[in-house]
């Protein structure tokens, strides 16, 4: 549980209860935290939201968003985070990988990211299985 400040209760609201994570739902996934309200009102936020929205001292705009800079959406060191227009944040995903073979079902497709292995989250679940990573 992370623990909450001054500047949490200026972003979120002086009604705050507590903070949990940032747990990781699934692999490739961003991290998340929730921000409790009341034991029954929560909100779940993206981490490295949260995170940039501390380090600029406010919300985000609805056309701003957290990018990544090496495309690994697990380092969420603040370094590693800016912000990008969502349009330049669609084209920047667009642009960069190409097409790779699956490691797990050998079909080619085409990389979201630069560590994409698998094409799809099925076979992210069978590598698993299979102890691949
Ligand atoms: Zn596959």
Partial sequence: MLKIDDLDKKLYGYHLAKIYGPYNQTYEAREIIVLYYS????????????????KLGRLLEQNETVDHIDEASI?????????????????????KYGNIDCLVCNKSFKQKYSYSKYCSNKCRYKARELGLH
Avoid: A
């Fill in 39 to 54: 034991d029954k009102v929560k909100r779940t936020l993206s981490y490295p939201k949260y995170l940039m929205e501390r």
């Fill in 75 to 95: 380092n969420n060191n603040i370094e590693n985070l800016q912000i990008l227009s969502r349009e330049d944040n669609i084209r920047k995903s667009q642009s």
